[in-house]
């Protein structure tokens, strides 16, 4: 689908519905299955009411988006934050992603609102500390269904209006600048209008939309990381599959044969390994399934989302037959959406790359720490990740980290429209680093809050002192050391 781009006009700012933001005419392009178009309409000029006015606008309710918003909110701004999907917590959440990673392998280096989102799971039993840290770097698995809850009372307690049910649509641009974005209700099409606006759909939707420069995919083809299907298991009897680790190899050697063969589907070799050999609780998300295609093509990710649920399937069938223990074990759970890992990369004022990750670079804009590695699944859907392999030279040292800068979420030509979480800028390399929760978080937070402290000073946020807002992130709880 190709669409060119609205001419939204604001015809009145005085807030509540009933204000109104027109539209002039515009040209959709729709494309056939085989990818030409499929011919074109014209859009009449409307008027459309206001369905909301804030101070800052977030779009997309994933790690990032929530972060930014309660940030924002929590530093005096009028936040509204909109989200396609009935829950919160994005991949996090409605992928079953259910991993944290928070430390250097030696101390904790990512806290700020991670860690209260920690703190307020480990109240209600949702979260679970991994017990070798500080040897490895997942500190937390959670409950994602939990984290739901958790994620909500957050944003309510901040006080951000949050609708869920809401695609974010066009963005409405006034200047140069951006005024909000038109939504579709079921009552008809609305207008929520804001000072800033927050782009935190991991797609970067709205800063494609509203006519920013992005990068999608590796340098070389443009494939973007392979997706996966996360899954859960019930009924899988621990003590049997313990006492078999031989059957263990013989199935993972049996699903490779198949596979060569042509008669199996591709699995992460490693993590498929793992679960035959360690059982796991049901609460865990089993993350071995891929496939790979373009993330951004509806008709495309439909595919790509079924085949990944029967791929599940033909896993748990060769697993009831073939392996001990397995013989009732039953798919209790598929994400609710196909984990997507990489789409757009929203070019900014700086971009984030493999070298700042290894090199634990510090950066004068840092809003924050990350320690994940360069952490790659084959963008043709093997389902082999660079992670499986730790090789030196894409891991981040032992005891140190790398900044994240605030340049990565800002960009040159749309002084109030910010970027946060996996869309942010980066090459295809530090994006496989910057792109897990606690990093996106890291973006949230310190965006929102920069939001906030820009508008109180009423200036943009690239201008913003950026001692002022280190020294306010530092007070809300986040680390941030060795700043150049
Ligand atoms: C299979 C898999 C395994 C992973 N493993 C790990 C791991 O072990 N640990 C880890 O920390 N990270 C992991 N990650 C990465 C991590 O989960 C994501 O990169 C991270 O959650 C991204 O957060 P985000 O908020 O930027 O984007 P998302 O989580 O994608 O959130 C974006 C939100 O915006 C909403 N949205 C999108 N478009 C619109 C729109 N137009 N209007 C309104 N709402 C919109 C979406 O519904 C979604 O809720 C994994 C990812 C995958 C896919």
Not at 59 to 88: D, F, N, Q
Not at 194 to 215: E, S, W
Not at 227 to 256: C, N, W, Y
Not at 307 to 328: C, I, N, S, T
């Amino acid at each position: 689908m190709k669409t060119t781009r609205r001419k939204f006009i604001l015809t009145a700012t005085s807030g509540g519905l009933g204000a109104l933001a027109a539209f002039s005419g515009t040209t959709a392009q729709a494309a056939k299955p085989d990818g030409k178009q499929a011919g074109a309409v014209i859009i009449p000029e409307r008027k459309v009411p206001v369905l909301a006015e804030a101070d800052v606008l977030v779009c997309g309710g994933g790690t990032a988006g929530i972060t930014a918003a309660c940030s924002a909110a929590r530093h005096g701004a009028k936040v509204v934050l909109i989200e396609r999907w009935p829950c919160l917590g994005g991949m996090g959440t409605a992928a079953l992603v259910n991993g944290w990673h928070r430390s250097d392998r030696t101390k904790v280096v990512i806290n700020g609102l991670v860690e209260e989102a920690a703190e307020r799971a480990r109240k209600r039993g949702w979260i679970e500390q991994v017990r070798n840290f500080p040897k490895a770097f997942e500190t937390h698995w959670f409950d994602p269904e939990g984290m739901k809850v958790v994620y909500q009372d957050m944003l309510d307690e901040s006080s951000v209006r949050t609708f869920c049910y809401l695609v974010a649509g066009e963005p409405i641009i006034e200047g140069g600048r951006i005024r909000g974005v038109v939504v579709e209700t079921k009552e008809g099409t609305r207008a929520i209008l804001a000072r800033i606006v927050i782009d935190a759909t991991g797609d970067g939707d709205i800063a494609a939309k509203a006519g920013l420069p992005f990068d999608y995919g590796r340098a070389s083809d443009n494939l973007v990381q392979g997706m996966t299907m996360m899954f859960r298991l019930s009924d899988v009897a621990p003590e049997i599959v313990k006492a078999h680790p031989q059957d263990a190899d013989r199935v993972v050697g049996l699903m490779k044969k198949l596979r060569d063969e042509g008669k199996f589907p591709q699995f992460l070799e490693m993590a498929a390994r793992h679960y035959l050999r360690s059982p796991q609780p049901p609460d865990v998300s089993y993350n071995m399934c891929p496939v790979a295609g373009n993330a951004l093509k509806e008709e495309e990710l439909t595919r790509l989302t079924a085949k990944a649920r029967r791929q599940v399937h033909q896993y748990v069938e060769l697993w009831r037959k073939e392996m001990p223990g397995f013989e009732d074990a039953k798919v209790v759970q598929t994400g609710f959406s196909l984990g997507i890992r990489e789409s757009r990369r929203v070019r900014g004022l700086k971009t984030l790359d493999a070298q700042m990750v290894v090199k634990a670079v510090k950066q004068h804009d840092a809003i924050g720490h990350g320690v994940w590695m360069i952490d790659i699944h084959d963008p043709k859907g093997s389902g082999h990740t660079t992670w499986a392999d730790q090789k030196p030279e894409t891991m981040v040292p032992v005891g140190q980290s790398y900044h994240i800068p605030l340049g990565m979420c800002l960009n040159a030509t749309m002084p109030n429209l910010a970027v946060v979480g996996r869309c942010a800028a980066s090459t295809h390399e530090g994006h496989s680093s910057v792109r897990v929760q606690t990093h996106c978080m890291v973006m949230g937070q310190g965006v929102g809050t920069c939001a906030a402290l820009a508008l109180n000073a009423d200036v943009d946020m690239a201008k913003l002192d950026i001692h002022k807002l280190q020294t306010q992130l530092r007070k809300d709880g986040v680390y941030l050391e060795n700043v150049p």
